[in-house]
């Protein structure tokens, strides 16, 4: 990958190391991968946003790619990745940002969105809509079976826990 002009780094946040691909000056577009991506996935986008006068840049999300990847499966939920998020805004120095997310990276955009709204200027999605709270008060991950069975893979991954 080199000479592609992007540029890869590791900040600390949260607790752990998170690797960041950038590209670019200006206001920063967050972009946030889905399930089984890592920056990568981003790329043709992080060269297009930069040459519009944007700073693109891609983290790989916590256990993927060149970021650390706790043994726990506990570490893993959504407040430590939106943790994690809210490390890396502070350790590139910025306020506030613009966030695209694809598939797992879009629930964890609607989280940050949730969590943090102070953090978020705009949200674009792809792939994952906004499903609010349920009026049965059903788990998401049992709302998530109904609709797709126990073989989706935000299902299955649940029964990994020992």
């Known amino acids: 990958m080199e ?7 590791t900040v600390r946040a949260n607790g752990i190391n998170i690797h960041l691909a950038e590209k670019g000056e200006g206001p920063i577009i967050l972009f946030l991968h889905g399930f089984p991506e890592f920056w990568y996935s981003w790329l043709h986008q992080l060269h297009a ?3 519009l006068g944007y ?4 983290p790989d999300l916590r256990g993927y790619g060149d970021s650390d990847a706790p043994a726990d499966v506990d570490s893993y939920t959504c407040f430590h990745v ?3 998020l809210i490390g890396v805004l502070d350790a590139i120095g910025v306020d506030k940002v613009f966030v695209v997310g ?5 629930m964890i955009a609607w ?3 949730l969590f943090r709204p102070d953090r978020v200027k ?6 994952v809509g906004f499903s609010p709270k349920s009026a049965a008060n059903k788990p998401p991950i049992e709302t998530l079976r109904t609709f797709y069975g126990d073989e989706y893979y935000m ?8």
């Open 102 to 106: 694809h598939d797992w990276g879009a």
């Open 49 to 51: 946003f930069a040459s």
């Open 155 to 162: 299902s299955r991954f649940q029964g990994c826990k020992t």
């Open 122 to 127: 705009a949200l674009v999605n792809l792939c």
């Open 3 to 9: 000479g592609n002009g992007i540029q890869h780094r």
């Open 111 to 113: 989280y940050l969105c």
């Open 82 to 84: 939106v943790g994690d």
């Open 55 to 58: 700073r693109a840049v891609a």
